[in-house]
Structures are given as structure tokens and as C-alpha cells.
């Protein structure tokens, strides 16, 4: 089993204020997705990171894959309430099972 | 996630009573798995199913679970003589005929919140 840890379990912060979730593990993946689930919702991929190093941008959501392939973080800036919701960080070993971290939950305060 | 749908969302049974989650895939998938949430907990994987296939199971209880998708209708998982430690969200998603990898590969429905009295 390939343990995927997420910190920290909650954040709450006021709105457009920055925050950074991590997701670490002691395994290499061969890619790492971020989701984001909403209360009663199944996850919502927003993206997947493959090379070690990469770095990529969606709106205002900044994701990182650490160089060795173990490690991801994602940056979130000026939060908005619409960032509320559950943060699922996921590792794909060589097999298609997907590993899911226990995720953050961030509630953003208007 | 548009296109898994799950039905119900909310079951609710009595302790030895029968649940059975349905999960129809996304137009086009085949593949379709399992995966079940406790609060504050990751999702947990139970079952991989091909079209009439188990692929891998190895993340469902051995005893009173099972799944199956069949050649026509939708992926059921059934849970026999429900505890009160089954209570949890189960999570279907499904994926395209060729897992490709580094792509969008899978899709989650919106679940079933399954809850035992």
C-alpha cells in the first residue's frame, strides 16, 4: 500500500488570503492527480502532474510535483469561497489503482 | 463527473438487510471501480470491473460483498447483511476502454451515502 499523507487536514482562512496544501509520500508515483470534492459530490479531477519539477497553473491554483516523483503541493492565491470544499491528492503506481490521501478540508471565509 | 450516474444517493437500511448501489458508467466506458469514503478519510479502492469481468477485487471485504457488470444494465455492489460499520459513501467511477495514462481517466459519480440503523 503506497500512503499518501495530505496536510493540513483543515484550513479555514478569510478570502483572498493565500494558502498551500501539501500531499507527501515515502513511494514514487508515476503521476499525481488533485481533486476537489464538494459536500455530497463525487471528486473533480483538476489536474495531474507527471515529470518531476513540473509545475502547472489553472486560474489561481499553482500545482507542483516534487522532482523525485514523491511529494505535490498546491498553491492557492487570493482564495475565494468557491475554493471551499475537500482537496484529494491521488499517486498512480505502475497499476491503475489509484492511491488517495485522507485530503485537506479548506473553508474559505467571505 | 457528469455522465456517472449513481443511484440512489441516499439508502438507509436496517442492520442484516441487503444494499445494493447501482453505478452507470460514462457513454463509451467499460471499466468501471469502486471506491468507498469514511469522514475524514480517502477514498478507498474495493473493486476494478471490466463488462462481466472482475478485474480486481482485491479491496472488497471478502465476506457479504460483491460486485458485478453485467454485459446490459448497470455495475451493482451489493452488501450483504449490512453492519453499522458499512455505513460510508460509495463512490462509482469510470474510465474509457483504453486507460490511457496522464490523462483525464477518471470520472466519479456523485455517490450513495449509504446509512445503517
Known amino acids: 500500500t503506497q500512503l499518501l499523507e495530505q496536510s493540513p487536514q483543515f484550513l479555514s482562512i478569510q478570502e483572498g488570503e493565500n494558502l498551500t496544501v501539501y500531499c507527501n509520500s515515502s513511494s514514487v508515483f508515476s503521476s499525481l492527480q488533485w481533486y476537489r470534492q464538494e459536500p455530497g459530490e463525487g471528486p473533480v479531477l483538476l489536474v495531474t502532474?507527471?515529470?518531476?519539477?513540473e509545475v502547472k497553473k489553472l486560474k489561481r491554483l499553482t500545482f507542483q510535483f516534487g522532482d523525485a516523483r514523491k511529494d505535490s503541493s498546491l498553491h492557492i492565491t487570493a482564495a475565494q469561497p468557491g475554493d471551499t470544499g475537500l482537496y484529494l491528492c491521488?499517486?498512480?503506481?505502475?497499476?491503475?489503482?489509484?492511491?488517495f490521501g485522507a485530503g485537506t478540508t479548506v473553508t474559505v471565509r467571505a | 463527473n457528469a455522465g456517472v450516474m449513481q443511484n440512489p444517493r441516499h439508502l438507509v437500511r436496517r442492520r442484516g438487510q441487503e444494499a445494493r448501489l447501482r453505478c452507470s458508467p460514462m457513454?463509451?466506458?467499460?471499466?468501471v471501480y469502486w471506491y468507498r469514503q469514511l469522514p475524514e478519510e480517502g477514498l478507498k479502492f474495493m473493486v476494478y470491473?471490466?463488462?462481466?469481468?472482475?478485474?480486481?477485487e482485491s479491496g472488497m471485504p471478502k465476506e457479504r460483498f460483491s460486485a458485478e457488470f453485467p454485459k446490459e444494465g448497470p455495475s451493482i455492489l451489493r452488501i450483504q447483511q449490512v453492519v453499522r460499520g458499512d455505513s460510508a459513501a460509495y463512490f462509482c467511477?469510470?474510465?474509457?476502454?483504453?486507460?490511457?495514462?496522464?490523462?483525464?481517466?477518471?470520472?466519479f459519480g456523485s455517490g450513495t451515502q449509504l446509512s445503517v440503523l
Open positions: 457513454k463509451g466506458h467499460s471499466h
Open positions: 491521488a499517486g498512480e503506481p505502475p497499476d491503475y489503482k489509484l492511491s
Open positions: 467511477a469510470s474510465s474509457p476502454p483504453v486507460f490511457a495514462p496522464f490523462n483525464e481517466k477518471l470520472f
Open positions: 470491473l471490466q463488462k462481466e469481468n472482475i478485474i480486481d
Open positions: 502532474v507527471v515529470t518531476g519539477g
